[in-house]
């Protein structure tokens, strides 16, 4: 009989408890829980705020009597402060301050990571520093139910009419469509020339028309250096092409990324690599005797990259049942990310896979992007709508290295990007994707599909550019 | 400079033509098409006849104007007759009678099939037969525009009331949904245990609570055996477990599958393979010298069974851009088929690709099927609808051998079935449907996508099976 401790509530951490009971029943697992909300979806938070998920417990993936259920013993409000590795005992603190040590044979770390802030002057305390403003005052990140509630609170009691969020990576999106379904005025300020960063401008500025359709003030090359309290709310200075600008706001959302918290695993002594996160195998081993890592506070093991820092829930889920699986004994290997992410922003969809062009040159590919537009379904069916793609692939050997896509909801891109996705994970060529026997139906396809189309407009290109013809 | 013939102006002949030319801007291309549509999408048809299709010249993929301008030449209303392979010369006959000999250095033949009439008395007509009542009686097929205007002057003209449409396949039931939108009562008659044979009935079942719950009558369990005129229209006998039952309606759609055109082939000394069809290699050629084939007049390669017999519209633009690249000095090769396939039935989609349990055993797999149910996205995000699958793989090494999913329209079904296509084109075990890096955000998927979850459930019952657990 194992005894299995887990640190870490999220998606990783209950990953892994989940997958070591299913596989071995007899196994004795606790988990070791920072706040008292285990297993929810950090992701759904913005839609909490736009009012469509109510109440908040039902963000919850599985409830705690669900968790329990399923024969896991969890530790709420506990803070996991200290691994003896040679001991193989777990020190942690409950919510009423008493330390206590547990016993393990087997340990998963998933402490996941924490909200960034840039550097931003007065923005420390969001980052875990002492200094700086807070939620009194105005200032907001979203990375847990503990945030949400504050946020959630600083709405109801505050009653904000305008709102500086600043970044526009997923999160930032999602929470501007949301601060505008709640009615407040809201500005975006982004550091790079075009939002949603992970795409290719040509695409993000789709992205942003869409926000701008919807209300949002969207202000790119502004690099915010400072957050200061001032009469009616907050103020913040940003730095932009123009000079230095200025504008207040009663709420500001910091939404700047993440970076790993890796304290418990370093005090450990293990090892850190990509993005300062903890390194692990792909069997998520830290290389510490017996203590397993997994989610947003470890590397990423890319496909196409090798190693890298990558934080995703869907990565998190999968390191977390390897991790799961290899504490009770198992020989499970994380297979690799792609890097597929999607998003819905208000009614557009916007998603990639894989690499773009600049990443993938400089992971030494040699790679060419084409940008292409394909309809969703046969034009002649009503409701037709245009699904615009940008693929990368390797140019001599036509080996498919990325797409991207943005269309309008209801378009399958989710599911669209997850075929790209697919045929990536297979190491497939752009020339097989148009090999691939997908669906059709005029109401919801093409006899070649949008994404083998996308391809064949690749080939195009590619042929061209390797006859050096002037079309 | 390669004169190139293609005889049929459907999905594969087009799709030669439009190869070839793309592949050598020199050749001299001409299509020789029986009517004056070419390149028409008969998957449309159904939805000219909801209303949703306007004009019925929508329905083109390309204009003959567009086709002319890609460079070839298009000769419409002309029958192929024979082919003088010595010679390398094709008879035409035009729409006056009048013949001609072409020649040609390459010829791809895409004659496509022909509705088959179920040996039903009194249908002989509509599969090419002298015999039997026609669309002036009230006896409609669907596989033409020239078939497509009979059956609309039919409606408009006779005004009728009531239908029955002999079988429940995909353009069956899209008929179905398409009288009842112009208001006629439908009753439908399928000879199997269940509608929509091409899934497992327990699926199907589902396909038939909704044709009943959008007013269509169904009898299950009906085989049709005469079809006579009476005084009101058309009087439709049919055999089935409580005996023989006789009903009557204005209208009688016959769409019990197709049968390949193969006699222009068979004449030359073509050979025939599986359901009767001209085989081809995976080049498309038919073994006479500078003849290739593709459509659904010739037999299908299956990455799973070899070769077999499967008209699909997708796989005839595949084949046909396989024998256009190969009679103009190409090397492609047809993949092959995986037998993707979708239809919406009202709001449902339906959706199979790869082997159901009895096919895989057929064919020598050792396969286990699971039923399970997943949601499209996180259930707390509005508008989560469930989608039933049933995931066949071999039990013994994991490998993926089938889907088939039921689910509602929006829930990016096409697409999910898309998945697991390319996963089969890759061979990939169930395992690795667990692997693959989808995209995930609450509105359009979960973080273990629907997919995964089937999969893992496969997984589960696998291992209940192999361990010979009870649960």
Redo the contacts between chains.
């Keep these: 009989m194992t005894r299995l401790l887990v640190v870490g509530g999220s ?1 990783a951490g209950i990953s892994a408890a989940l997958r070591a009971r ?1 596989l071995d029943p007899s196994a004795e697992v606790t988990v070791v829980v920072a706040d008292a909300y285990p297993n929810f ?1 950090i ?2 938070i913005p ?1 909490y705020f736009t009012g ?2 109510q109440p908040w417990q ?2 919850a ?1 599985r409830s705690a009597a669900e968790l329990e259920a399923s024969g896991m013993d969890l530790r709420l409000d506990t803070l996991a402060t200290a691994i003896d590795v040679e001991r193989r005992r777990l020190a942690v603190r409950d919510a009423r301050g008493r330390s206590e040590e547990l016993r393990y044979d087997e340990l998963v770390v998933a402490t996941g990571a924490m909200p960034a802030d840039a550097g931003i002057a007065g923005a420390g305390a969001q980052g875990g520093g002492d200094e700086g403003l807070g939620p009194e005052d105005g200032l907001h990140v979203i990375h847990s139910m503990g945030d949400t509630f504050a946020l959630e609170r600083f709405l109801a009691e505050r009653r904000p009419e305008s709102a500086i969020i600043v970044g526009a990576g ?1 999160v930032g999106l999602e929470m501007a469509e949301a601060f505008r379904a709640r009615g407040l005025r809201v500005a975006q300020l982004q550091r790079g020339p075009e939002v949603l960063s992970t795409l290719d401008p040509e695409l993000g500025a789709l992205v942003h028309a869409e926000l701008v359709a919807h209300g949002v003030e969207v202000v790119v090359n502004s690099t915010v250096t400072a957050i200061e309290r001032t009469d009616g709310g907050l103020a913040v200075t940003a730095q932009g092409p123009g000079g230095i600008s200025r504008r207040t706001a009663q709420l500001v959302l910091l939404v700047v990324g993440v970076r790993p918290s890796t304290a418990l695993l370093r005090q450990a002594g293990a090892a850190l690599g990509a993005g300062g996160a903890v390194a692990v195998d792909e069997r998520m081993a830290t290389g510490l005797p017996h203590v397993w890592a997994a989610g947003d506070g470890v590397v990423t093991h890319h ?1 196409l990259l090798g190693t890298g820092y990558l934080p ?7 390191q977390g ?1 390897v991790a799961g699986e290899n504490a009770v004994g198992g020989t499970a290997r994380f ?10 922003v208000f009614d557009l ?1 916007a ?1 990639r ?1 894989g690499l773009r062009d600049a990443e993938a040159r400089a992971a030494g590919f040699r790679p060419l992007t084409v940008a292409s537009t394909a309809d969703d379904h ?5 409701g037709a709508q245009p699904i615009r793609f940008r693929l990368t692939a390797q140019l001599h050997d036509r080996r498919l290295l990325g797409a991207q896509l943005v269309g309008r ?2 378009s ?8 790209f ?6 190491g ?1 060529s752009v020339a ?1 994707l ?12 093409s ?3 949008a994404v083998q189309l996308a391809a064949q407009q690749w080939e ?1 290109a590619a042929a061209d550019e390797t006859s050096g013809a002037p079309d």
Tied chains: 1, 2.
Aim: glycine content about 8%; overall charge positive; some cysteine.
């Design positions: 998606d299913e979806s992701c759904g839609y469509e998920v039902s963000l993936h997923y496909r995703l829930g869907t990565t998190a889920h999968k049942r297979a690799g990310s792609v890097g597929t992410q999607v998003v819905k969809v998603a896979t046969k034009r002649y069916y009503p909801r209801g399958e891109l989710a599911k669209r990007i997850d075929v996705a697919a045929a990536l994970h297979a497939m097989q148009s090999e691939l026997d997908l669906s059709y139906t005029p109401p919801l396809g006899p070649w599909d195009r």
